[in-house]
């Protein structure tokens, strides 16, 4: 081979081979920039490059053939494999920072959507804590009503059995509730002490004459107990009616003074 040719493939062998020492430093930099997860595919471009490279290098040396690449195409070619792989750098950093960027909106949503949980929890927390601070208030205020209602009403001294005296009065006729409001005015009150009258005996026995209590013993429209304390307002105290209006009217004066005071009592305490 003549000497000039010699020398001429020495240097272009010596340009491909700085060349590629080139290429390789700087695939490795892009490799150790890239993100994890990033440098598989320039890492496997770079060593395809390599290979090559070593590959047409062994068949020159082996059959001694001229290579027909000059210095300057190779240096093209090693540009052209640069600009790809800064290329490929730079669209997976994008994508990267593209996942980064969805992952933290998803982080902020999850946040927003827990902190607009908790608000909702507290706001239905504070108004249930309302209704029944109005509750408890209404409660106080019908318990003071009904309390003023009986402190307005004249009273005698409670009796722990009060005596009921039988009380000589025209006989009255009709249901259990026309006596008892016939009966009213024999006991100096209006007809208006019905309207406390009717419900009071209505919650105690559903103005039912044989109504008992299993538990207390409690017997007859008005609830004697036991039964058989209003014998002393008839013997048929049992079965009439009259006779025990006449001994639960009594009691009632006795005790509460009208049957809206018993009725204030018993909506306050549930009994009278």
């Known amino acids: 081979m003549p000497s000039f040719l010699s020398g001429k493939r020495s240097r272009v062998i010596t340009v491909a081979a700085a060349g590629t020492l080139t290429l390789a430093a700087a695939i490795s930099v892009a490799a150790v920039s890239l993100p994890s997860g990033t440098v598989a ?8 490059y390599l290979t090559g490279v070593n590959d047409h290098q ?48 998803a982080a902020k949503a999850a946040a927003a959507k827990a902190a ?7 706001q239905a927390a504070a108004q249930q804590a309302a209704a029944q601070q109005a509750a408890a208030q209404q ?24 005596t009921v005296a039988v009380q000589a009065a025209p006989v009255a006729s009709g249901s259990a509730q026309q006596i008892a409001e016939q009966m009213l005015s ?4 209006s007809s208006s002490q019905f309207s406390c009258l009717e419900p009071l005996w209505a919650q105690e026995s559903g103005w039912s004459v044989t109504a008992e209590n299993p538990s207390s013993g409690a017997y007859g429209i008005p609830q004697a107990m036991p039964g058989s304390e209003m014998a002393s307002a008839g013997a048929d105290w049992q079965t009439d009616a009259a006779t025990q209006i006449r001994w639960g009217l009594t009691y009632i004066q006795g005790r509460y003074g009208s049957p809206c005071g018993a009725w204030a009592h018993e909506e306050s305490d549930g009994w009278y």
Do not use: C, H, I, N
Request: hydrophobic share 55%; aromatic share 4%; no cysteine.
């Open 41 to 48: 595919a320039p890492a496997s471009a770079a060593a395809a």
């Open 58 to 105: 062994s068949a020159m040396r082996t059959t001694g053939a001229t290579d027909v690449m000059s210095a300057g195409e190779r240096l093209a070619q090693l540009d052209r494999l640069r600009f790809t792989l800064a290329r490929e750098r730079a669209s997976k950093l994008a994508a990267a920072a593209e996942a980064a960027a969805a992952k933290a909106a």
């Open 116 to 122: 607009a949980a908790q608000a909702a929890a507290q």
């Open 139 to 162: 409660a106080a205020a019908q318990q003071a009503a009904a309390q003023q209602s009986a402190a307005a009403q004249p009273t005698a001294t409670p009796q722990a059995t009060p």
């Open 186 to 189: 024999q006991y100096g009150w």
